[in-house]
Antibody, heavy 120, light 110 residues
């Protein structure tokens, strides 16, 4: 059974750095072709892709947010960590992690999401 | 910052067929990248519904079908049911080396 679960702070102040952890099971990030990515969704709005890291440590970032994002993996813990700097109220959203592949761009399993609110 | 354009809403009576369009450009769908569709039921996380343009993951009813042509793709729901009321998002890849999502479509069952 494949599962992913996001964890991290629920409330941040403007200018702070967000650190989110995706803990997964049922697959390995050492398997060729596998990746784990992050997607967010502001309340009542559309999905927005943020970043993805592949089994070989290749990383992809949203061009519009690249300067603020860092994605890393810890294969021994089955975790992927996303950091986003200089948080702003417009970054308030539910943040999801999902499994992806290098051979196809589909995201086949999603976590339940975690709501992050940015407010002073 | 959605790169793929979808109609905001579509509706239909139970049993009817509805289609959702997803329009991209020459740097994503038109460049040959596959299109995938995700269903988001109210208050829940998205779920993969169609992958690689027209394939259904195990457990997805065959009422759902996908197609792709040129710079666009479509999702069709045949025999619309009350449980299909949800938001639907298309998703693809872009030549800028990024994943891209659609603007999302809310399906209402009348």
């Amino acid at each position: 059974q494949i599962t992913l679960k996001e964890s991290g702070p629920t409330l941040l102040k403007p200018t702070q750095t967000l650190t989110l952890t995706c803990t997964f099971s049922g697959f390995s990030l050492t398997t060729s072709g596998v990746g784990v990515g992050w997607i967010r969704q502001p309340p009542g709005k559309a999905l927005e892709w943020l970043a993805l890291i592949y089994w070989n440590d290749d990383k992809r970032y949203s061009p519009s947010l690249k300067s603020r994002l860092t994605i890393t993996k810890d294969t021994s813990k089955n975790q992927v960590v996303l950091t986003m700097t200089n948080m702003d109220p417009v970054d308030t959203a539910t943040y999801y992690c999902a499994r992806g592949y290098s051979s196809s761009s589909n995201l086949d399993y999603w976590g339940q999401g975690t709501l992050v609110t940015v407010s002073s | 910052q959605s790169v793929l354009t979808q109609p905001p809403s579509v509706s239909g009576a139970p049993g009817q067929r509805v289609t959702i369009s997803c329009t991209g450009s020459s740097s994503n769908i038109g460049a040959g990248y596959d299109v995938h569709w995700h269903q988001q039921l109210p208050g829940t996380a998205p779920k993969l519904l169609i992958y690689d343009n027209s394939n259904r993951p195990s457990g997805v009813p065959d009422r759902f079908s996908g197609s792709k042509s040129g710079t666009s793709a479509s999702l069709a729901i045949a025999g619309l049911q009350a449980e299909d009321e949800a938001d639907y998002y298309c998703q693809s890849y872009d030549s800028s080396l990024s994943y891209v999502f659609g603007t999302g479509t809310k399906v209402t069952v009348l």
